[in-house]
């Protein structure tokens, strides 16, 4: 079970960092992702990292502004979002996958996924 928080409200410019907790004792085992959706579009690829944590991907619309990590121990993943533009706003949503070395960025590589946490940023 995955459960993701830390969305807001924040200025463009400013910085949020999402959270995505995890349940069980499998996540060091899984590729995590992040994805968003904004209204009336497609969820759409954010990032991804490996279960160690060493291999990271980004969309090029977040490459630079936005870092993704994870703590195993805490079963617990990161995604820290800075210089945040208006067209960030969306849900975001964290995912698992029980492969953990491919490229992972659709929707149908994600096997379990969370509530989703709304960022909203303002001009």
């Known amino acids: 079970q995955l459960q993701a928080y830390g969305g807001g409200l924040v200025q463009a410019g400013g910085s949020l960092r999402l959270s995505c907790a995890a349940s069980?004792?499998?996540?060091?085992?899984?590729?995590m992702g992040w994805f968003r959706q904004a209204p009336g579009k497609e969820r759409e690829f954010v990032s991804r990292?490996?279960?160690?944590?060493?291999?990271?991907s980004y969309a090029d619309s977040v490459k630079g502004r936005f870092t993704v990590s994870r703590d195993n121990a805490k079963n617990t993943l990161y995604l820290q979002m800075n210089s945040l533009k208006p067209d960030d706003t969306a849900v975001y949503y964290c995912?698992?996958?029980?492969?953990?070395?491919?490229?992972?960025?659709?929707?149908?590589?994600?096997?379990?996924w969370g509530q989703g946490t709304q960022v909203t940023v303002s001009s």
């Open positions: 069980g004792r499998t996540f060091s085992t899984y590729g």
């Open positions: 990292i490996s279960p160690s944590g060493t291999i990271t």
């Open positions: 995912a698992a996958d029980r492969v953990a070395l491919r490229p992972g960025r659709v929707v149908s590589a994600y096997d379990y």
